[in-house]
Nanobody, 124 residues
Framework: QVQLVESGGGLVQAGDSLRLSCAASGRTFGTYNMGWFRQAPGKEREFVAACSRSGGTTHYADSVKGRFTISRDGAKNTVFLQMSSLRPEDTAVYYC?????????????????WGRGTQVTVSS
């Protein structure tokens, strides 16, 4: 089992940058594919980005491609989401997730463990 704790959210202006972090407990961090999802009020949870166990393969939603970058640091058991050129439509609660089986990067119901989320608010 793994516990995930997100941090780094906040209130920023359009065009600003933020870096989200997700710290994972346990010694098996390297066995999990990791993903970031987000959920805005009144909307369904949507895929943002994901990276493979090794960090060598990444996937992004079209809406964030070229603006967001996912990465992981195995020594720190942490996955990051660097967000640039933020837009008001990026406003949401951002969740970190871990997946231990066959990887379907954008399918949230495939992920086994979830953090509690961190709020990102982008003002225009």
């Amino acid at each position: 089992q793994v516990q995930l704790v997100e941090s780094g959210g906040g209130l920023v202006q359009a065009g600003d940058s933020l870096r989200l972090s997700c710290a994972a407990s346990g010694r098996t961090f390297g066995t999990y594919n990791m993903g970031w999802f987000r959920q805005a009020p009144g909307k369904e949870r949507e895929f943002v980005a994901a990276c493979s166990r090794s960090g060598g393969t990444t996937h992004y939603a079209d809406s964030v491609k070229g603006r967001f970058t996912i990465s992981r640091d195995g020594a720190k058991n942490t996955v990051f989401l660097q967000m640039s050129s933020l837009r008001p439509e990026d406003t949401a609660v951002y969740y970190c997730a871990a997946e231990s089986g066959t990887w379907y990067p954008s399918e949230y119901n495939r992920y086994d463990y979830w953090g509690r989320g961190t709020q990102v608010t982008v003002s225009s």
